[in-house]
């Protein structure tokens, strides 16, 4: 089955370390996105891809670091300068991302907590 | 800049009473427009969505939505709630032209009372 896999469902942070979440996807979709997500305020953006190589900061990117050296792969890392980590972490991909009328495409999550 | 409104964080109804969860946009330009929704502990998946042509759209779950563009409104609706129907929904906009974007609104988690 296509889909977009999330690993791990829950990850525990101690104090000034970097932690990687993993998003993998087999739909063939060139675009991908890493959303925050926090009670009472929805999704923010924090980096998105629209091919590979190649990645754009979104609305809260500091903090965060990606890479995407696969079509399939848009990992995120958590760095210590991530001062509130808290938070479920949603990964998306879409078939462009050109032309803005495209579905977003999600993956179960990982909950971020720190120790 | 574009923006969406989502009235009311909580909404509850009976089981069999209408569902009408409110949204709200502000676009500059002719926008398109989401209703995901999210059950708990999972990723989000498309209900409907509206770019053009017919201004009701139909989507999954016997959830619709119309676009209103003299009120600048796409707000979804259900004639029946179900149980399964308890789960927090996110309307958002994205642009038509230029750099893509999705906007999300905060949410509204509704619950279904037996």
């Known amino acids: 089955d296509g889909g977009i896999t999330q690993s791990p469902k829950y990850l525990f942070r101690k104090e000034g370390q970097n932690v990687t979440l993993s998003c993998e996807q087999n739909l063939n979709h060139d675009a991908m996105y890493w959303y925050r997500q926090d009670p009472g305020q929805g999704l923010r953006l924090i980096y998105y891809?629209?091919?590979?190589?190649?990645?754009q900061k979104g609305d809260i990117a500091e903090g965060y670091s990606v890479s995407r050296e696969k079509k399939e792969s848009f990992p995120l890392t958590v760095t210590s300068a991530q001062k509130n980590p808290t938070a479920f972490y949603l990964c998306?991909?879409?078939?462009?991302?050109?032309?803005?009328?495209?579905?977003?495409?999600f993956g179960p999550g990982t909950r971020l907590l720190v120790l | 800049a574009q923006s969406v409104t989502q009235l009311g964080s909580h909404v509850s109804v009976s089981e069999g009473a209408l569902v009408l969860l409110r949204c709200n946009y502000s676009?500059?330009?002719?926008?398109?427009l989401f209703w995901y929704v999210q059950y708990p502990n999972q990723g989000l998946q498309l209900l409907l969505k509206?770019?053009?042509?017919?201004?009701l759209v139909k989507g999954i779950n016997g959830f619709e939505a119309e676009f209103k563009k003299s009120e600048t409104s796409f707000h979804l609706t259900k004639p029946s709630a179900h149980m399964s129907d308890a789960a927090e929904y996110f309307c958002a906009v994205t642009r038509t032209s230029g750099t893509y974007k999705y906007i999300f609104g905060t949410g509204t988690r509704l619950k279904v009372l037996a």
């Open positions: 998306a991909s879409s078939i462009d991302g050109s032309g803005g009328l495209e579905t977003q495409y």
């Open positions: 676009s500059s330009v002719p926008p398109y």
């Open positions: 891809s629209q091919i590979v190589n190649d990645f």
């Open positions: 509206y770019t053009t042509g017919a201004t």
